[in-house]
């Protein structure tokens, strides 16, 4: 795949649409923060660049270096956000203080099933003793700011764009090992139920509808995805 070309990848665009219209819906937090693409390469740290196609690289160079390293793959092309909402102590409110529900934990309830495992052929799920701890000096540096991945657009010379939505995730999962500063955004379907409570609770503002079966057009308002307003109750 052409570096050029892909290094053009700009983040894909909310439509216009009311989410309630979204068919299939998978439901996100709403994060708040840097919308930026991050580009890693094996042996280097990541290149964040924004909408816009500024370099935020050298304003969070922390991050940059532990999305590198927390990918499974030589290349990677993540969407995600820039925030210090990942690392805010998550509250429940149902049913006593509890913490919010993992997205690996909430995919595998959802969505996998007992087939977890499988997540594509030839490819290998990151296990859990391969999690890397976060060096305590770096998460200072960093502010308690971490990378929140919520799409994936290229595993090594595999391009995902013309993957749906839904499998793209399944493959996300398995290239990236959670760590204090790397996180994977939980979603789920309607009904929303606790989940929503619990993000309310969090400090989310709003949610993100993504059809299952979406495309991904880099730079391109996407009418399969739409935002809205967290409901008060």
């Known amino acids: 795949m052409d570096s050029s070309r892909v290094e053009a990848w700009r ?20 994060w708040a923060g840097y919308r930026v693409l991050a580009f890693t390469l094996a ?16 304003a969070y160079p922390g991050i940059a270096t532990v999305v590198t390293a927390a990918g499974a793959a030589d290349r990677l092309v993540l969407d995600g956000y820039v925030t210090d909402q990942a690392t805010r102590s998550p509250i429940g409110v149902t049913g006593g203080e509890v913490p919010s529900p993992t ?3 909430m995919t595998a309830q959802f969505f996998l099933g007992s087939g977890a495992a499988d997540v594509m052929a030839g490819r290998t799920k990151v296990d859990e003793r391969t999690r890397r701890s976060v060096d305590p000096a770096l998460a200072q540096a960093t502010g308690a700011i971490a990378f929140v991945a ?18 793209r995730k399944r493959v996300l999962e398995s290239v990236i090992a959670e760590t204090e500063l ?3 955004t939980p979603f789920i379907r309607e009904p929303l139920g606790s989940f929503l409570a619990s993000w309310r609770a969090q400090g989310f503002g709003g949610l993100a ?24 109750r």
């Open 11 to 30: 983040p894909q665009p909310f439509g216009t649409a009311s989410a309630k219209g979204i068919r299939d819906a998978l439901v996100e937090p709403l």
């Open 43 to 58: 042996g280097r740290a990541a290149r964040l660049l924004d909408p816009d196609g500024i370099d935020l690289t050298d």
């Open 103 to 105: 997205a690996k934990e």
């Open 150 to 167: 919520v799409d994936l657009l290229l595993v090594d010379d595999d391009v995902m764009l013309q993957v749906p939505l839904l499998e």
């Open 182 to 184: 790397v996180r994977l």
């Open 209 to 232: 509808y993504k059809s299952a079966n979406s495309r991904y057009t880099p730079g391109v308002p996407n009418p399969g995805w739409a935002t809205a307003a967290m409901p008060r």
